[in-house]
């Protein structure tokens, strides 16, 4: 069993910053890729970046390529999404996952992904 916990969401203007932690528990996530996805209510949650096991490949979705960096901390079992020039539609819950494959690479598909945080709420006013 795997736990996540994210943390730092909250409220920003738009244009500004917000960096997102998600933290494991319970089992190592040093081996297995993780990602963050998001969801606004009524919409399917759709994915926003991802990292495979050990830092070495990223992928992003076009909408926040460019603006937000998925990185992560093996030695702490966690990792971070940093959001730059937030923008409106930026807002929405956002979910730390981990894909249950040792070793494995990136997936932009929610349905690959085993274990899912709470989530932590983005909202960014105009």
């Known amino acids: 069993q795997v736990q996540l916990v994210e943390s730092g969401g909250g409220l920003v203007q738009a244009g500004g910053s917000l960096r997102l932690s998600c933290a494991a528990s319970g089992r190592s996530s040093r081996d297995y890729p993780m990602g963050w996805f998001r969801q606004v209510p009524e919409k399917e949650r759709e994915f926003v970046a991802a990292i495979d096991w050990g830092g070495y490949a990223t992928s992003y979705a076009d909408a926040v390529k460019g603006r937000f960096t998925i990185s992560r901390d093996n030695a702490r079992n966690a990792v971070s999404l940093e959001m730059n020039s937030l923008k409106p539609e930026d807002t929405a819950v956002y979910y730390c996952?981990?894909?249950?494959?040792?070793?494995?690479?990136?997936?932009?598909?929610?349905?690959?992904?085993?274990?899912w945080g709470q989530g932590t709420q983005v909202t960014v006013s105009s």
């Open positions: 996952a981990l894909r249950l494959v040792q070793f494995g690479g990136i997936s932009r598909e929610k349905g690959d992904y085993t274990y």
